[in-house]
């Protein structure tokens, strides 16, 4: 009586542990699938631990024998197990199809596993009043229930193991013992002995389920390490940002120090033409001086604008003219032909035109670099509600995927030396970004390349 007595109360302490360490997790921005739906093991664990502790009455003799009561305790371990069942189901999934297939078929899963639960606890306990035993459940539903949390447990150490090795094999042991607890639970009825070993069956399943407590509690681990991994990648993030904020510093400075030699070069190139005699030699090395100077001058420009933004008022600004703009400023390129563009009915926006216009030419120039007489060059506005839409693809060479994920970032060109200084598509983000939207590119290295922006209209721009 005694042994019992206490048997029980570890039996059911071991399982409201494990409910209540999962609930004092806090899961919230964690981005590991199993966060979402571990609050289904806490309410088993809880849950089933007040139902062991109904079996101490039991052994009290308290008199509570009844047809309500036994009904309670039917309900009781029904809703338990049926919560191991949804844990273990939902976990497979998110290990087999990605916690996106969990999120597209959720409710049509729920939807069937509610109306097969209905039929199955209504069966089970119905049953099990008739035969005085709770034996129907626990065959029908902990079963099935304890073997797929199990597997589902194995199977999802696999996605931790980036975390670490450690943890991965708590999760494996974890679900190795609730595979055990669904063999004792499920297929032997309580007042069992094990054949061979002489041990009762409730023994078998308060060891068991002290070991998922203990290992399963190890296992929730994985979200310190994935809070300090996060903490660690913000760090990273903000030292790469003030890093970048000093180049922005260091490159403004750099570009006033070379305009001010560049002007005075100028300059004095303007009356050394006055002042020399004209020949042909000369003259082609008077303007081989002034376009160095005048590709100086571009890329400290560029330095000024990617690090030092000007703050000018926004005003409504319709796309559409802010193209037809840009089409009539690059109209003299020998390729501009190829291009055709596409304007439809979009509402304003609220942005900075000139700003909106540089974005544009150097996307265009960028297609047209990237293009040959024989290709296409499409622009295209639309309004996808409440966002306004301008699409540029091209037929051009493509970009190849090693790049592609660099396009954006300062200073990096596949141009060659001397035709790009890689700032282009960096300032086309700042100033994208800077107007509330998001810019994307897509490309292949077999050819072609998209380019889509995103605006808010003007209603809904803050």
């Not at 660690?232 to 400075?253: C, I, N, V």
């Not at 506005?381 to 954006?408: L, Q």
Request: proline share 3%.
């Amino acid at each position: 009586m005694f042994w019992s007595f206490l048997l029980y109360l570890f039996y059911g302490l071991s399982f409201f542990t494990l409910g209540v360490a999962i609930l004092s997790r806090d899961v919230r921005f964690s981005q590991l699938a199993i966060a979402k739906i571990l609050w289904l093991l806490a309410t088993f664990g809880i849950v089933h631990g007040f139902h062991e502790w109904l079996e101490l009455l039991d052994l009290l003799d308290l008199e509570l024998q009844g047809p309500v009561f036994s009904l309670f305790r039917l309900i009781v371990v029904s809703i338990s197990f049926f919560c191991l069942l949804y844990f273990g189901l939902f976990l497979n999934l998110i290990t087999i199809s990605g916690e996106q297939a969990l999120q597209t078929t959720a409710q049509a899963i729920k939807a069937l596993i509610g109306g097969c639960a209905l039929t199955l606890v209504g069966t089970a306990i119905y049953l099990d009043l008739s035969g005085g035993s709770d034996i129907t459940i626990r065959r029908m539903i902990a079963f099935p229930g304890g073997l797929l949390a199990g597997v589902g447990l194995i199977a999802y150490s696999r996605t931790v193991r980036p975390y670490s090795d450690g943890v991965a094999r708590n999760f494996v042991l974890a679900g190795s013992f609730m595979i055990c607890y669904a063999v004792f639970t499920g297929l032997f009825p309580s007042t069992a002995t094990i054949p061979g070993i002489g041990l009762q069956v409730i023994v078998l399943r308060g060891i068991s389920a002290l070991l998922i407590m203990y290992f399963t509690i190890r296992a929730l681990s994985v979200f310190n390490l994935e809070q300090h991994m996060q903490i660690q990648d913000k760090l990273l993030r903000f030292s790469e940002s003030e890093k970048l904020a000093s180049m922005g510093f260091l490159a403004a400075g750099i570009a006033h120090e070379i305009n001010n030699p560049l002007t005075n070069a100028s300059l004095n190139l303007e009356m050394l033409k006055d002042l020399i005699k004209r020949e042909p030699k000369t003259e082609r090395k008077l303007a081989a001086i002034e376009r160095n100077i005048e590709r100086a001058s571009r890329i400290a420009r560029e330095l000024l604008h990617f690090s030092r933004e000007k703050q000018t008022v926004m005003e409504a600004v319709d796309l559409n003219q802010v193209i037809e703009g840009t089409l009539h400023l690059i109209k003299n390129h020998q390729l501009s032909s190829i291009i055709h563009f596409s304007p439809r009915d979009i509402p304003s926006i609220r942005g900075i035109p000139w700003k909106l216009e540089e974005v544009f030419i150097n996307l265009l120039m960028n297609s047209l670099d990237a293009c040959t007489a024989g290709d296409r060059i499409d622009v295209e506005t639309c309004y996808n509600c409440p966002r306004v839409m301008v699409i540029i693809s091209d037929t051009g060479h493509g970009i190849a995927e090693e790049h592609r994920r660099k396009v954006f970032d300062p200073f990096y060109t596949t141009k060659e030396i001397g035709k790009g200084t890689g700032l282009g598509l960096s300032v086309c983000y700042t100033i994208i970004k800077q107007h509330n939207g998001d810019i994307s590119l897509m490309s292949s290295e077999h050819g072609g390349a998209v380019v889509t922006i995103t605006l808010p209209e003007t209603s809904h721009d803050h």
